[in-house]
T-cell receptor, first 111, second 115 residues
Framework: AQSVTQLGSHVSVSEGALVLLRCNYS??????LFWYVQYPNQGLQLLLK??????LVKGINGFEAEFKKSETSFHLTKPSAHMSDAAEYFC?????????FGTGTRLTVIP | GAVVSQHPSWVICKSGTSVKIECRSL??????MFWYRQFPKQSLMLMAT?????????EQGVEKDKFLINHASLTLSTLTVTSAHPEDSSFYIC???????????FGDGTRLSIL
């Protein structure tokens, strides 16, 4: 069965600081992994996806994530936080049918 | 590309009425569409999966007669909340996918408030 665990329901960083949002997955097959961002009262926007090609995946808005099989991790990073990055971030793993979401991490950016 | 439009974005109605929410894939054909429910400060809960031309597959605990899903074409799925009550108030989000392990693309959600 597929599942993801997001460590830390809230993360606060200063503007310009490194953003690190943690995600660990569990999958019985090679996983397809995703990061989505949700702004208040909106749906989810795809940030990036891992589909068994390059282990370092670059996404939109300067975000990237590295797939580490040995650690079963897919952490999301951004070198320098911007105020507009404040949002809820969801990690997800898919099987051929469905997406399985983590519980989300709320990112706060402090000016 | 890959735009999903959800309508309405916000609806307030009286208890006992039925509410229809539309989900359209604007620039691609969606073999599969998904309906989620999201409670405040929580993750998305999958309600049902629908494939075009087939009956929807509901997740355990989701009432089929309460939440009617129709996926009549490759670009449109509808969710009808029948005889809505205050406990049905929530944020409902749809998503659409072309095939297989392609990413799901999400609508902007519908906030439903039942008085």
């Amino acid at each position: 069965a597929q599942s993801v665990t997001q460590l830390g329901s809230h993360v606060s960083v200063s503007e310009g600081a490194l953003v690190l949002l943690r995600c660990n997955y569990s999958s019985s097959v090679p996983p397809y992994l995703f990061w989505y961002v949700q702004y208040p009262n909106q749906g989810l926007q795809l940030l990036l996806k891992y589909t068994s090609a390059a282990t370092l995946v670059k996404g939109i808005n300067g975000f990237e994530a590295e797939f580490k099989k040995s650690e079963t991790s897919f952490h999301l990073t951004k070198p320098s936080a911007h105020m507009s990055d404040a949002a809820e971030y969801f990690c997800a793993v898919s099987d051929p049918t469905n997406l399985f979401f983590g519980t989300g991490t709320r990112l706060t950016v402090i000016p | 590309g890959a735009v999903v439009s959800q309508h309405p974005s916000w609806v307030i109605c009286k208890s006992g009425t039925s509410v229809k929410i539309e989900c359209r894939s604007l620039d691609f054909q969606a073999t599969t569409m998904f309906w989620y429910r999201q409670f405040p400060k929580q993750s998305l809960m999958l309600m049902a999966t629908s494939n075009e031309g087939s009956k929807a597959t509901y997740e355990q605990g989701v009432e089929k007669d309460k939440f009617l899903i129709n996926h009549a074409s490759l670009t449109l799925s509808t969710l009808t909340v029948t005889s809505a009550h205050p406990e049905d108030s929530s944020f409902y989000i749809c998503s659409a996918r072309v095939t297989g392990n392609q990413p799901q693309h999400f609508g902007d959600g519908t906030r439903l408030s039942i008085l």
